[in-house]
């Protein structure tokens, strides 16, 4: 079970916040922290990028981003 607030409870700057912040710290959570740290770092981090994702569907992605940009094949859009 993750900890923490919920995803859908936080607000947009808080939930950005959060997803920033388990950024900055997932190497060293990886590199030094327990199996139960990575675990629960793992699914606080899956769990507030699904809340991201749900609110912004549409956001904007950039096209250096996907297989075919960053394979350097024909990128639409540009």
Known sequence: MSTGVPGTDLTEQDLLREIEQLHVT???TFLHGSHDALREH????F???QEYLR????????PRRTRAGARGG?????
Not at 42 to 45: F, K, L, P
Not at 55 to 62: A, E, G, I, L, Q
Not at 74 to 78: L, T
Request: aromatic share 0%; glycine share 4%; no cysteine.
């Open 26 to 28: 997932r190497n060293e």
């Open 42 to 45: 793992t699914a606080r981090s």
């Open 47 to 49: 769990a507030l990028e």
């Open 55 to 62: 609110r912004h569907p549409d956001r904007d992605v950039d």
């Open 74 to 78: 024909p990128v639409h859009g540009q």
